[in-house]
């Protein structure tokens, strides 16, 4: 196969995906900062209060800040405002104040009690935010299809069909995301989508998935140097490319069942209507 520079097609880039699912999450020391600031916000609550709670009901306040970080940024997060808990109550509540020690028995259970309730709340709400996380994906994920779906049936260009597929791409694995088609004995770029820019390796990683029509793992020998993942799509003679070296979550366990479908997508579209 002849081999060209890959230069966009006139058409142009697609435009930006619309991400639909969760917004980006904090980073890891500003969730884990704000666990901490929570449990100082509750302790800041208990002096306000604590001549109208007892010291065992009082403790009741730090789960709060435990329930909110594991519902809004996970359970390492829950985990540690449950273990400031318990130490911001046993020093600044529990007899003698202003020690770690606990004199009275009686204190020694509420801590304990506050570290188990503490501890089963985090892990319990942890597990539904994963669950709902994973759910609203998989609603996005079926979304950009259902979107790439209307298109094929729809559109009456190729080129719109190329681009709703790069688009497809880009939002299901919200990462950058490129379709190269063969074109005059070449790879030219067809559409991209989440402003991805393809290396002079991507690019080499490129031709040898179509040429061998096999995947190519960015990072990966051979392709060491790329970073983006290509699979061939052979009856449309071209390569579909994610950069998931960039994914908001991390490179995803199976990606080329997406692909597979996308691929597929873009096949029937571009068959029906003879690639233009």
Same mark, same amino acid.
């Given at each position: 196969?002849?081999?060209?520079?890959?230069?966009?097609? !006139?058409?142009?880039?697609?435009?930006?995906?619309?991400?639909?699912?969760?917004? %980006?999450?904090?980073?890891?020391?500003?969730?884990?900062?704000?666990?901490?600031?929570?449990?100082?916000?509750?302790?800041?609550?208990?002096?306000?209060?604590? $001549?109208?709670?007892?010291?065992?009901?009082?403790?009741?306040?730090?789960?709060?800040?435990?329930?909110?970080?594991?519902?809004?940024?996970?359970?390492?997060?829950?985990?540690? %405002?449950?273990?400031?808990?318990?130490? !911001?109550?046993?020093?600044?509540?529990? =007899? +003698?104040?202003?020690?770690?020690?606990?004199?009275?028995?009686?204190?020694?259970?509420?801590?304990?009690?506050?570290?188990?309730?503490?501890?089963?709340?985090?892990?319990?709400?942890? =597990?539904?935010?994963?669950?709902?996380?994973?759910?609203?994906?998989?609603?996005?994920?079926?979304?950009?299809?259902?979107?790439?779906? $209307?298109?094929?049936?729809?559109?009456?260009?190729?080129?719109?069909?190329?681009?709703?597929?790069?688009?497809?791409?880009?939002?299901?694995?919200?990462?950058?995301?490129?379709?190269?088609?063969?074109?005059?004995?070449?790879? !030219?770029? !067809?559409?991209?989508?989440?402003?991805?820019?393809?290396?002079?390796? &991507?690019?080499?990683?490129?031709?040898?998935?179509?040429?061998?029509?096999?995947?190519?793992?960015?990072?990966?020998? +051979?392709?060491?140097?790329?970073?983006?993942?290509?699979? +061939?799509?052979?009856?449309?003679?071209? *390569?579909?490319?994610?950069?998931?070296?960039?994914? &908001?979550?991390?490179?995803?366990?199976?990606?080329?069942?997406? *692909?597979?479908?996308?691929?597929?997508?873009?096949?029937?579209?571009?068959?029906?209507?003879?690639?233009?």
């Amino acid at each position: 196969m002849q081999t060209l520079p890959l230069t966009p097609d !006139a058409a142009g880039p697609a435009s930006p995906p619309a991400d639909e699912l969760a917004a %980006a999450a904090l980073p890891i020391a500003a969730r884990y900062g704000l666990a901490l600031a929570m449990v100082a916000a509750a302790t800041v609550v208990a002096f306000v209060v604590e $001549h109208l709670i007892a010291a065992p009901n009082l403790s009741l306040i730090f789960v709060l800040p435990v329930v909110v970080a594991a519902a809004l940024m996970g359970w390492g997060p829950a985990l540690t %405002a449950a273990l400031a808990g318990v130490a !911001a109550f046993d020093f600044f509540f529990v =007899q +003698p104040r202003y020690s770690m020690a606990v004199d009275n028995p009686t204190d020694l259970w509420a801590l304990s009690l506050l570290l188990v309730i503490a501890a089963a709340v985090s892990s319990v709400g942890a =597990q539904s935010r994963r669950r709902a996380l994973e759910a609203r994906e998989a609603a996005g994920r079926a979304d950009a299809l259902r979107a790439l779906a $209307h298109v094929v049936i729809n559109a009456a260009e190729p080129r719109e069909v190329t681009r709703a597929a790069a688009l497809a791409l880009s939002r299901v694995f919200r990462a950058p995301a490129v379709v190269l088609l063969e074109k005059d004995g070449a790879l !030219a770029l !067809a559409a991209r989508a989440g402003d991805a820019t393809l290396s002079d390796a &991507d690019e080499a990683a490129a031709r040898l998935s179509l040429a061998s029509d096999l995947a190519t793992r960015g990072g990966v020998y +051979p392709a060491q140097e790329a970073s983006f993942d290509f699979w +061939p799509i052979a009856s449309a003679a071209g *390569v579909l490319g994610v950069q998931l070296d960039n994914a &908001d979550k991390g490179r995803p366990a199976e990606p080329e069942k997406l *692909v597979e479908i996308i691929g597929a997508y873009l096949t029937v579209a571009l068959q029906a209507r003879g690639r233009g």
